[in-house]
């Protein structure tokens, strides 16, 4: 059975970082971070290809945040730092079947973890 554990969120003043852990079962394809305020879609964060060789990241989030992962501990990273008070959100890691010409959209994956709230004050 495929499971994703997010892990790593919490409250951090601007400015400052966060690392999220996601830890997975089964060999997928893109894993990403996906992140959803209350009342706004989800959207995509940052995607990583299997073997790490490709990495996608919203505008929103560039120079600022780094998806890596560790395929021997079946564990995929965000590492946010420069945090705004806009990335306040649910973070949620996700895991492809397949593969995806459109790595940071909702549609491309299959399976999801049950997030991880990240809150960031002014």
């Known amino acids: 059975q495929v499971q994703l554990v997010e892990s790593g969120g919490g409250s951090v003043q601007a400015g400052g970082s966060l690392r999220l852990s996601c830890v997975y079962s089964g060999y997928m394809f893109n894993k990403g971070w996906f992140r959803q305020a209350p009342g706004k879609e989800r959207e995509g964060v940052a995607a990583?290809?299997?073997?790490?060789?490709?990495?996608y990241y919203a505008d929103s989030v560039k120079g600022r945040f780094t998806i890596s992962q560790d395929n021997a501990r079946n564990t995929v990273y965000l590492q946010m730092n420069s945090l705004k008070p806009e990335d306040t959100a649910m973070y949620y890691c996700a895991a492809a079947s397949d593969t995806s010409s459109y790595p940071l959209r909702t549609s491309a994956y299959r399976y999801w973890g049950r997030g991880t709230q990240v809150t960031v004050s002014s």
């Open positions: 990583i290809s299997p073997g790490g060789s490709f990495t």
